[in-house]
């Protein structure tokens, strides 16, 4: 007769992978270089990783929001979720503001610099064709059709679309539930599919890394050190000082503990300059960690969308950079007019590489054309700068996730704290908290 043993979990492999890819970025810096030409034809072997990730952001964010939206039976509920997280990304982005004006004006990292014919050119370059107005914007959410949400890349879009189709199940009562099940089952294949393609981020990471130092060299991060210094600490101020801040007074949690959690996505986020590529693991993760599936569904989409803090300290410090560097610099009016117009203008591109430095040159051609040319003093370092943009955008909306989860009791707080300790580790292999299929991997029969 047929028994069932209990047979110890299979020992997760993909803490390699992750060593692989700090290896790859190393070898990556060193072939940038030994052979910068050479490394610099390596790019779209990084944007071809990145472009993979990309592909799915569509399909998790649907199917996490219908699942989320579907499965609550009060509409009033999402909508408070969302209200709320809507007004403390508009705060924290602020905030955010206000730290890059501050360390701008009293670093002035751009007095002193000159400006050349070649670095002009090269910021008009970056200058995009036409900037949209807010009509435009809110035409732009809506969608050609229904299913072109999905295979359009844009995240709002998808966003509304999925609210959309989660109400109506919602509306539907009981026999939606076949739908959610339906697309319960396509998340599972969707984030399998993920699991496959991120055993591809070390070559993607050699590839990106590989391309930038290849391209930038080191005199051109020596010739703007002080303003990438002072962006990093800037970002790290506010991530530690004031989000790290909020966190423990709000919840008690302590963000080292958080960022420990997220460590891999981190990872992944360096070495490809887009938050967008950890995107779908923070959703499953913060499911993971306790928080309810439609306040992750609301808060993660619309945050990788809104809450650009990194993004705002950004356009802030680059923007005093350059108007110094042109010696024409910003009166404080004309700076908080100028900022807050980009980072409106920044809309759902935080997450997407190189997005800030267009967003950049697009709000100096609107307010200001004559600091335009300035762009390309920054040209060089933009790639750096964009990691930790993204980097910062990505700390903010996780801990963003854990204080609306919070304010809205939609947070199972035992849970969180198990995660925290490392005593519920998340299922790396499939990137979906699945108990059922936990046990089928650990209890085996034997006769």
């Known amino acids: ?32 270089l030994a052979a910068p030409n050479f490394a610099v034809e390596l790019k779209p072997i990084g944007t071809g990783f990145v472009n993979l990730i990309k592909m799915m952001i569509a399909p998790v964010i649907f199917c996490t929001i219908v699942l989320g939206v579907g499965s609550v039976r009060s509409a009033a509920q999402v909508g408070k979720v969302g209200g709320l997280a809507l007004g403390y990304f508009l705060t924290m982005s602020t905030v955010a503001l206000g730290i890059g004006l501050v360390v701008g004006n009293i670093v002035k990292p751009g007095a002193g610099l000159d400006l050349t014919k070649d670095v002009a050119s090269a910021g008009a370059s970056q200058v995009a064709p036409e900037s949209s107005t807010t009509a435009e914007f809110i035409m732009h959410v809506i969608p050609d059709t229904l299913v072109s ?77 002080v303003l990438m210094f002072a962006f990093y600490v800037t970002c790290a101020v506010f991530v530690f000082g004031v989000l790290g801040t909020v966190l423990r007074i709000a919840t008690g949690i302590n963000i080292f503990s958080l960022f420990k959690y997220l460590g891999r996505e981190f990872l992944l986020i360096v070495s490809t300059s887009s938050s967008e590529s950890a995107l779908p693991r923070l959703i499953a993760k913060m499911e993971h960690a306790g928080v309810a599936k439609p306040t992750v569904g609301v808060v993660v989409p619309t945050g990788y969308s809104f809450n650009l803090d990194g993004t705002a300290i950004y356009l802030t410090m680059a923007t005093l950079f350059i108007a110094e560097a042109m010696g024409e610099p ?98 790396e292999s499939t990137m979906v908290d699945d108990e059922e299929e936990a046990e089928q991997l650990v209890s085996v029969p034997v006769g």
């Open 149 to 225: 949400s999905l295979t359009s890349g844009d995240i709002l879009q998808a966003l509304l679309v999925a609210l959309l189709v989660g109400f109506a199940i919602q509306a539907m009562g009981r026999s939606g539930q076949p739908i959610l099940t339906a697309i319960g089952h396509t998340q599972k294949l969707v984030f399998r599919i993920l699991a496959m393609i991120m055993w591809l981020a070390p070559i993607g990471a050699f590839g990106a890394m590989a391309a930038v130092v290849g391209e930038t060299g080191v005199d051109a991060l020596k010739s703007l050190a």
């Open 1 to 32: 007769m047929a028994s069932l043993v209990t047979k110890p979990v299979k020992k997760d492999r993909t803490h390699y992978l992750y060593l692989a890819v700090v290896v790859a970025v190393a070898l990556g810096i060193i072939v940038g």
């Open 330 to 427: 910003l009166r404080m009016g004309e700076q908080i007019s100028l900022l807050v117009f980009m980072v409106v203008a920044s809309k759902g591109a935080a997450g997407v590489t190189g997005a800030g430095l267009a967003t950049l040159a697009g709000g100096l051609a609107s307010h200001r054309p004559d600091l335009v040319d300035g762009v390309g003093l920054i040209v060089g370092i933009d790639r750096f700068m964009s990691e930790a943009r993204a980097v910062t955008n990505f700390a903010g909306n996780s801990v963003a996730t854990l204080l609306i989860g919070t304010w809205t009791n939609s947070l199972d707080r035992a849970q969180l704290d198990r995660v925290l300790a490392g005593e519920d580790p998340f299922n």
